[in-house]
């Protein structure tokens, strides 16, 4: 068992839809969640930081963590094309320790 | 701010040369800084990480004499791709962690493709 799994999809959604995007991990050490979107040939952009059970939003983005379930989640609302991308969660036990990734998911946002 | 990048971006090299990637964090100090590589559609694979000052610590299964990484400054982090051949063609990322923080950011990546 991977200790962050993600769905990979493909997930497509329109335009204007909220989108929900999850994950689980297994390693209660984990401390730190992210949330990076990776476009095509392109590094992974951090996008949400968390470290506590609860809900974290900026702007149409909102970062929910379930430390009780161990359970990682990423809405986006009113998508955009330019959403299209594929979201890596990650977590981290602390310390400047490496980051457990999940396999991303692959978004597109459709017009 | 929180601004990291690679050079080259790309690169093409003949089988058996060497091929030095540069990572630098050019806003912020970085103890440590990550190495990764990725195959088109996979997720990020850590090949090493990278401490200034010391010697870095590879993942399982990757050779520490192919790929050489220094960590001279708290800015700088280079890995050395040598006697590269074409399986060792793909897009390598470096992440680099902000001081006294847990916050990761990453370069751009670069492109390496091995004729």
Known sequence: ?111 | GAVVSQHPSWVICKSGTSVKIECRSLDFQATTMFWYRQFPKQSLMLMATSNEGSKATYEQGVEKDKFLINHASLTLSTLTVTSAHPEDSSFYICSAVVLDTDTQYFGPGTRLTVL
Not at chain 1, 12 to 34: D, K, R, W
Request: charged fraction near 20%.
């Open chain 1, 1 to 111: 068992q991977k200790e962050v799994e993600q769905d990979p999809g493909p997930l497509s959604v329109p335009e204007g839809a909220i989108v929900s995007l999850n994950c689980t991990y297994s390693n209660s050490a984990f401390q730190y969640f992210m949330w990076y979107r990776q476009y095509s040939r392109k590094g992974p952009e951090l996008l949400m930081y968390t470290y506590s059970s609860g809900n974290k939003e900026d702007g149409r983005f909102t970062a929910q963590v379930d430390k009780s379930s161990k359970y990682i989640s990423l809405f986006i609302r009113d998508s955009q094309p330019s959403d299209s991308a594929t979201y890596l969660c990650a977590s981290v036990t602390g310390g400047g320790n490496k980051l457990t990734f999940g396999t991303g998911t692959q978004l597109k946002v459709e017009l």
